[in-house]
Antibody, heavy 123, light 110 residues
């Protein structure tokens, strides 16, 4: 069965970095692109962007450029989200979610989601 | 890209039908038949309920249906059940080749 399993919760100090992993199983990794979605405490969902699992090319949504980096290790079917220079406002649950690769990949729905990773930034 | 507009809350009694609206613009909801709906229970990951405006993934109850008129998409839950109490989010493809989520709606079963 399809599974996206994310790494555990993180507590970081302002200015530090964090790397969240999302390990996929149960399907062909490169047939689906990986998206990242942020949910701040008590807030709604926010699309951060996606990474092409065939080429490794990332696309970042407005507001998620500069400190946010998407990467892959296709040998272990894992996607990563790294956030540098962490700020208190980065405190949120971060989800990975897959979409089927198509001619317009970003139009496709998020059909499976990881369980979420809580990143807390506090001094 | 601004978030799509949803009502903050909708409520109904068991067995009733409720409808959640999702209003965007001609650059997102109105321009494409690529609207999805997600259900999120507290502390859980979102779950896909409707895609491409009105299609249900395998395993989703047929009590959930979707539609669209102009720049507004809608999710209807018929035969409301206690387990339907959750947050619901719409999302749409946009003319910038991005995705945008709605503001979210809390559904309460009275």
């Amino acid at each position: 069965q399809v599974q996206l399993v994310q790494s555990g919760s993180e507590l970081k100090k302002p200015g530090a970095s964090v790397k969240v992993s999302c390990k996929a199983s149960g399907y062909t990794f490169t047939s689906y692109a990986m998206n990242w979605v942020r949910q701040a405490p008590g807030q709604g969902l926010e699309w951060m962007g996606w990474i092409n699992t065939n080429t490794g090319n990332p696309t970042y949504a407005q507001g998620f450029t500069g400190r946010f980096v998407f990467s892959l290790d296709t040998s272990v079917s894992t996607a990563y989200l790294q956030i540098s220079s962490l700020k208190a406002e980065d405190t949120a649950v971060y989800y990975c979610a897959r979409v089927r690769v198509s001619t317009v990949t970003t139009s496709r729905p998020f059909d499976y989601w990881g369980q979420g990773t809580l990143v807390t930034v506090s001094s | 890209q601004s978030a799509l507009t949803q009502p903050a809350s909708v409520s109904g009694s068991p067995g009733q039908s409720i409808t959640i609206s999702c209003t965007g613009t001609s650059s997102d909801v109105g321009g494409y038949n690529y609207v999805s709906w997600y259900q999120q229970h507290p502390g859980k990951a979102p779950k896909l309920m409707i895609y491409d405006v009105s299609n249900r993934p395998s395993g989703v109850s047929n009590r959930f249906s979707g539609s669209k008129s102009g720049n507004t998409a809608s999710l209807t839950i018929s035969g409301l059940q206690a387990e339907d109490e959750a947050d619901y989010y719409c999302s749409s493809y946009t003319s910038s080749s991005t995705q945008v989520f709605g503001t979210g709606t809390k559904v309460t079963v009275l």
